[in-house]
């Protein structure tokens, strides 16, 4: 895995979109695996900045989002459709029929098609070149929690009381109104994209940062199996990066 420490969140940010825009240059029509959550925020506003200032041209770009919840309405604040369009999509010029992002509202027997429909779609298309990873406190990338089989494919999972209480800070604080369910690509659809891109800021990642990229690889840390992938980065700030032991590449800006 090439590791690049970087001083803070906005280097880490502008780093990432500059990985991004220089793959788009080559590639306008990249196909783009995104994710969200507040890692990757910053990614986007350089993104957008670069959309603007910089004519940076999306409009052959396909996408396809990580993950979402089960049972929010796609309109729902917290709904990760919400997330994209606001941060994201309503803001560059990505036609919407380019734009897939799993959907949570459909009845829960319907989601084994549509997550062989998503799978099938990414091969459509080519396949994935660029998937941006965060990583949760406990080493899951997408919705992939620790004990996912690391072959899996986009399928339902439960999310970890780790994640729903994380993640409660936006409903309120309140864990009960965090759905229990998502749809999440697989550890194995996540690890065929031509490149992984991962994220990491903040000392609350510290720890799932040492197990990813210097500990065995197990499910039980199922980012630790970017290990095996043949283009995998990871840009993570110095606070991310406090327990790593070993050498890397180091970026201040
Ligand atoms: C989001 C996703 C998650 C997040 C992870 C980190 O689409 O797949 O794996 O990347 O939970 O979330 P933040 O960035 O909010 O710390």
Known sequence: ????????????SKLAAK?????????????????TGSTPIGMYQELIRMH???????SKVITFNLDEYIGL??????????????????????????????????PMEDIPAYCEWYEKRIKEVGGIDIQVLGIGRD???????????LG??????????????????????????????????????IMEARML?????????AEAVKKTVEGPITAMCPASIMQLHPKAVAIIDQEAAKYLEREYEVDMG
């Open 19 to 35: 990985f991004i825009a220089d793959e788009l240059r080559r590639k306008p029509a990249l196909v783009l695996g995104l994710a």
């Open 1 to 12: 895995m090439r590791v690049i420490i970087v001083k803070d969140y906005d280097r880490m």
């Open 197 to 205: 891109l991962l994220l990491a800021s903040g000392p609350n990642k």
């Open 152 to 189: 899996s494919r986009t399928r339902i999972k439960t999310l970890a009381r780790e994640t729903r209480e994380d993640n409660a800070r936006f409903f309120d604080g309140n864990i009960d109104a965090v759905p229990k369910y998502a749809i999440t690509m697989g550890v194995g659809t």
């Open 139 to 149: 080493g899951h990338i997408g919705f992939n929690e620790p004990g996912s089989s």
């Open 52 to 58: 603007k200032e910089e004519g940076l041209d999306f």
């Open 73 to 106: 309405p796609k309109d729902h604040p917290e709904s990760y459709h919400s997330f994209m369009w606001k941060h994201f999509f309503q803001h560059v010029n990505i036609p919407e029929s380019q734009i897939h992002i799993p959907d949570g509202t459909l």
